[in-house]
């Protein structure tokens, strides 16, 4: 079983930067794939960034590449999330999720993932 506890959300001015991070708990991550995601009021939950635990290959969403950069740091079983140049429609709760790398499910499909954190709240302000 992976336990993941998101932190670092809070409230920014568009323009700004925060940095979420993610620790995991549990069993080992090697094979697994690391991914946030987020979910805006009444919308359903999309992909924003992932990373193979192993490999380190990195994937992002088309509405973050250049502006998001996901990270980990092994030792430490923490991915981070920074994200720069915010905006109003980075609104959401952000979501860390842990996925066995199987091989059925891109690394956007939320089905990938079986293990989520409980999220933290990211309001841009204008």
């Known amino acids: 079983q992976v336990q993941l506890v998101e932190s670092g959300g809070g409230l920014v001015q568009a323009g700004g930067s925060l940095r979420l991070s993610c620790a995991a708990s549990g069993s080992t991550l090697s094979g697994y794939r690391m991914g946030w995601f987020r979910q805006a009021p009444g919308k359903e939950r999309l992909f924003v960034a992932a990373?193979?635990?192993?490999?380190?290959?990195?994937y992002y969403a088309d509405s973050v590449e250049g502006r998001f950069i996901i990270s980990s740091d092994n030792a430490k079983k923490t991915i981070y999330l920074q994200m720069n140049s915010l905006n109003i429609q980075d609104t959401a709760v952000y979501y860390c999720?842990?996925?066995?790398?199987?091989?059925?499910?891109?690394?956007?499909?939320?089905?990938?993932?079986?293990?989520w954190g409980q999220g933290t709240q990211v309001t841009v302000s204008p």
């Open positions: 990373i193979d635990w192993s490999r380190g290959n990195r």
């Open positions: 999720a842990a996925g066995w790398n199987s091989g059925v499910y891109t690394y956007a499909a939320t089905e990938g993932y079986g293990h």
